[in-house]
């Protein structure tokens, strides 16, 4: 048995941080250091589940104006 994950064993580009994906911004990873695509993560989470209030804040903007 090995400490290495799969894609690390293969040579393959990934990332071993999560995707945070926020509605109305850019999606951000949990590594400060990473720089693979979006699609090279095995792990996506939408803000909300990380505690982000990105969203909400949106929302409650959009219902002042109107």
């Known amino acids: 048995m090995t400490e ?5 064993r293969a040579g393959l580009e990934h990332c071993h941080g999560a995707l945070i994906h926020h509605p109305y911004r850019r999606d951000e990873c949990t590594e400060p250091d990473c720089f693979v695509t979006d699609v090279a993560h095995a792990l996506h989470l939408d803000c ?5 209030t990105c969203d909400v804040a949106v929302a409650v903007s959009a219902h002042r104006v109107g």
């Open 48 to 52: 909300d589940a990380v505690g982000c």
């Open 4 to 8: 290495q994950c799969r894609a690390c």
